[in-house]
């Protein structure tokens, strides 16, 4: 069964510190992989896509790698911000022609604190 | 661009009302999804369409119903609510299947 799971369920660090969030998938055949922030009370955003073919992404802060392998991905976040505080969800697609059904983590849910 | 938005924000229901949750976007996108998100569970896909004219279902689609007469609008409807039903209910839409661009939500309870 098509699965995403991710660790931890909830975080809370000090301000300016780094953090790491993972997601294991048992989604195959594989097309890519999304990480995206969900502030609370909005819809989730984007931060990152990950391909079969990619290692590592940045964007900014953010910092995803993908081990295609063992199907593991993280998203480090580095000198953390109280605007960092957020749901962040792993998103897997899987690769089978003609689905557009993608597979949504739980999410981990961040508290940065001053 | 306002990009994905939906009404109402909230709305509370009496068992057996119907409703019916707006969504609309901007971006001339042709792909659409209704999602619900339960508290500590993952996004789960209700119904989507990849074109005017065309829906298909998701995961979770008994209780609901979706139309897509324009590439803008994409409405759910809920005929008969259930407490089952409470959620909050995201639209998204995306160019080509790929990226998707979510609203703001809709938080729903059936009473």
């Known amino acids: 069964k098509n699965q995403v799971e991710q660790s931890p369920q909830s975080l809370i660090i000090l301000e300016g510190k780094n953090c790491t969030l993972q997601c294991n998938y048992t989604v195959s055949p594989f097309s890519n992989l999304r990480w995206y922030k969900q502030d609370t009370g909005r819809g989730p955003v984007s931060l990152t896509i990950?391909?079969?073919?990619?290692n590592t992404k940045s964007n900014g802060r953010y910092t995803a790698t993908l081990d295609a392998d063992t199907k593991q991905s993280s998203l480090h976040i580095t000198a953390s911000q109280l605007s960092d505080s957020a749901s962040y969800i792993c998103v897997v697609r899987p690769s089978t022609s003609g689905t557009y059904k993608y597979i949504f983590g739980t999410g981990t849910r961040l508290k940065v604190l001053a | 661009n306002a990009g994905v938005t939906q009404t109402p924000k909230f709305r509370i229901l009496k068992i057996g009302q119907s409703m019916t949750l707006q969504c609309t976007q901007d971006m001339n996108h042709n792909y659409m999804y209704w999602y619900r998100q339960d508290p500590g569970m993952g996004l789960k896909l209700i119904y989507y369409?990849?074109?005017?004219?065309?829906?298909d279902k998701g995961e979770v689609p008994n209780g609901y119903n979706v139309s897509r007469s324009t590439t803008e609008d994409f409405p759910l409807r809920l005929e008969l609510a259930a407490p089952s039903q409470t959620s909050v209910y995201f639209c998204?839409?995306?160019?080509?299947?790929?990226?998707?661009?979510f609203g703001p939500g809709t938080r729903l309870t059936v009473l």
């Open positions: 998204a839409s995306s160019p080509s299947g790929g990226e998707q661009f």
């Open positions: 990950m391909t079969f073919s990619e």
């Open positions: 369409s990849v074109g005017a004219g065309i829906t």
